[in-house]
């Protein structure tokens, strides 16, 4: 299993920029894939970001050219790099990894207000 610990969240203007990080502990070299979702009140979590270990990408429509995923293997953190945030972008923020496990970290609240 893994431990996941998000931090980097908060409140930013529209057009402002955030990084989240997730600090991975555990089992580390099971994991073959980690994502950063996001969940608002009644609506489902839906993805935002993947990283698979050979380092492929995919990013939901709505952040492309905007988040960027990504892994540095040696501090064992995943971060999203979040540019010209909208309105739109505000949720509660879930890492993720997977391997022959689903973990989820606690989330971290970005809202996105002028």
């Known amino acids: 299993q893994v431990q996941l610990v998000e931090s980097g969240g908060g409140l930013v203007q529209p057009g402002g920029s955030l990084r989240l990080a997730c600090a991975v502990s555990?089992?580390?070299?099971?994991?073959?894939?980690m994502a950063w979702y996001r969940q608002v009140p009644g609506k489902q979590r839906e993805l935002v970001a993947a990283?698979?270990?050979?380092?492929?990408?995919n990013y939901a429509d709505s952040v492309k050219g905007r988040f960027t995923i990504s892994r540095d293997n040696a501090k064992n953190t995943v971060a999203l790099q979040m540019n010209s945030l909208k309105p739109e972008d505000t949720a509660v923020y879930y890492c993720?990894?997977?391997?022959?496990?689903?973990?989820w970290g606690q989330g971290t609240q970005v809202t996105v207000s002028s």
């Open positions: 555990g089992s580390i070299f099971s994991i073959v894939s």
């Open positions: 993720n990894a997977r391997g022959y496990f689903n973990a």
């Open positions: 990283i698979t270990s050979d380092g492929s990408t």
